[in-house]
């Protein structure tokens, strides 16, 4: 295990060689050229994109549309590197993220595996949120029916036939997510 003094150093030292370091979700530090240390926060509202492989293309561009709107979407094609226990980074990347956006299409709702498994964890993270917080944003990518324990208690956002609409209405619900303060000690 790492020690925070090891970890300072480590931090430092990247600076002092002229590099950025980013801590996904909380923000990046930089060295300014007067040899300022700064830290700046991540300000965005991260986003898990909750999907299934056959729906890639258009979840590339609701991520590309969700970014232009000043969020931060998560999308496992994107962010995990190879090595990586990434059951393990996929459930701390829902835990750690604002909002959950489910994507439901013809084909996710009957399929089995991960986006399944994905769903699941983000119900039991929203179970210990206050019940007017908004978390899970369902979201229909073409007509279908969403599972019948979200659809009777939260509202869910059709991206057809009015995409840009749609977009900015999940946007919206986003950005009502209050955002925590981040403090360094």
């Known amino acids: 295990m790492i020690t925070r003094r090891a970890l300072v150093r480590l931090l430092c030292d990247s600076l002092d060689a002229g590099e950025t370091v980013e801590v996904e979700g909380l923000g990046t530090f930089n060295r300014t050229s007067a040899g300022v240390y700064r830290f700046t926060a991540e300000t965005r509202p991260r986003i898990?994109?909750?999907y299934v492989a056959e729906d890639?293309?258009?979840?590339?561009?609701?991520?590309?549309?969700?970014?232009?709107?000043?969020?931060a979407p998560w999308l496992d094609k994107d962010m995990l590197i190879a090595g990586q226990n990434w059951p393990?980074?996929?459930?701390?990347?829902?835990?750690?993220?604002?909002?959950?956006?489910?994507?439901f299409?013809?084909?996710?709702?009957?399929?089995?595996?991960?986006?399944?498994?994905?769903l699941r964890y983000a119900l039991e993270c929203a179970r210990r949120l206050p019940l007017d917080r908004v978390f899970l944003i369902p979201v229909r990518l073409e007509l279908c029916?969403?599972?019948?324990?979200?659809a009777e208690q939260v509202q869910y956002v059709d991206l057809f036939p009015d995409w840009d609409r749609s977009v900015r209405r999940i946007a919206r619900a986003i950005r009502s997510i209050p955002r925590p303060k981040v403090q360094l000690r």
């Open 48 to 50: 898990f994109i909750g």
């Open 56 to 71: 890639l293309m258009q979840i590339r561009r609701l991520c590309v549309a969700l970014r232009a709107s000043g969020c």
């Open 88 to 103: 393990r980074a996929i459930e701390r990347a829902i835990e750690t993220s604002d909002a959950f956006v489910a994507c």
């Open 105 to 118: 299409s013809r084909r996710s709702t009957s399929k089995r595996g991960q986006f399944q498994s994905e």
């Open 145 to 150: 029916e969403v599972p019948w324990r979200i």
